[in-house]
């Protein structure tokens, strides 16, 4: 078995680190950073993967599981399909406009479900005699945050530099905003009354626009992972 199929238990992160069992918080985000350097992608002779299961090492490590717990063991196959049954998981498009859309039951059943516009996560429906909670699940460029709509729009350096008008694709159809000076600095434009539609209690929501020039999305998933980590890089 390589070291990239072992199951990473406490032991087998301590030993990524090379720290022992009574390592202080301080001493593990020393021991990460020191690690961290010598195989990050960004540097010659860097690994991905070997990155990717170092940040895991420190994550498990700081969450401090059991001395020799199996570090991030998935769910039994049942919990896990009682789980997914209970759930009925919609994107954030059929959210802002309803629609149909499948979902497997508990008892293996699959249905064709037609939901309304405006559903939030946390929302109940109830569905061939079971009660599903609803989930929204955006795809990174599309999300849906409480009330609010999110969209990424990728955009060209010069505009964003130089100002000027952009057709962005939303799920309510493409959107021409003006993209200002102030708007390129805060990389965010907001679209009022855009959002969600309002739906029993909850209200109408807005269409926030983020935006990226194209040469800043070219990251990597390492870079991703640093950025997400990059508390445990500071000094």
């Given at each position: 078995?390589?070291?990239?199929?072992?199951?990473?238990?406490?032991?087998?992160?301590?030993e990524m680190l090379?720290?022992?069992?009574?390592?202080?918080?301080?001493?593990?985000?020393?021991a990460f950073r020191n690690?961290?350097?010598?195989?990050?992608?960004?540097?010659?002779g860097g690994d991905a993967e070997a990155f990717r299961r170092l940040v895991q090492a420190y994550e498990a490590l700081r969450r401090g599981p059991g001395p020799e717990t199996s570090i991030r063991q998935p769910p039994s196959v049942q919990t896990r399909?009682?789980?997914?049954?209970?759930?009925?998981?919609?994107?954030p498009t059929?959210?802002?406009?309803?629609g149909s859309l499948e979902h497997v039951m508990g008892?293996?059943?699959?249905?064709?479900?037609?939901?309304?516009?405006?559903?939030?996560?946390?929302?109940r429906l109830r569905v061939g005699g079971e009660l599903l909670s609803v989930a929204v699940r955006g795809d990174g460029r599309l999300i849906v945050r409480g009330d609010d709509l999110w969209?990424?729009?990728?955009?060209?350096?010069?505009?964003?530099d130089q100002g000027g008008r952009a057709r962005v694709e939303t799920p309510l159809g493409p959107r021409d905003v003006w993209i200002t000076q102030k708007a390129a600095a805060r990389g965010l434009i907001r679209l009022a009354g855009e959002g969600l539609p309002a739906r029993g209690r909850h209200r109408q929501g807005d269409m926030f626009i983020r935006l990226q020039a194209a040469s800043d999305t070219a990251s990597s998933?390492?870079?991703?992972?640093?950025?997400?980590f990059a508390a445990a890089w500071a000094a």
């Open positions: 078995m390589s070291g990239t199929d072992q199951p990473l238990t406490t032991r087998r992160a301590r090379g720290v022992d069992a009574a390592a202080s918080p301080g001493e593990l985000r020393r690690r961290a350097k010598a195989v990050h992608p960004d540097r010659d399909r009682a789980a997914d049954a209970a759930t009925l998981n919609v994107s059929v959210a802002v406009q309803g008892d293996g059943r699959r249905l064709r479900i037609t939901v309304p516009a405006g559903l939030r996560s946390g929302d969209v990424t729009a990728v955009l060209d350096r010069t505009l964003m998933a390492a870079r991703a992972l640093l950025r997400r």
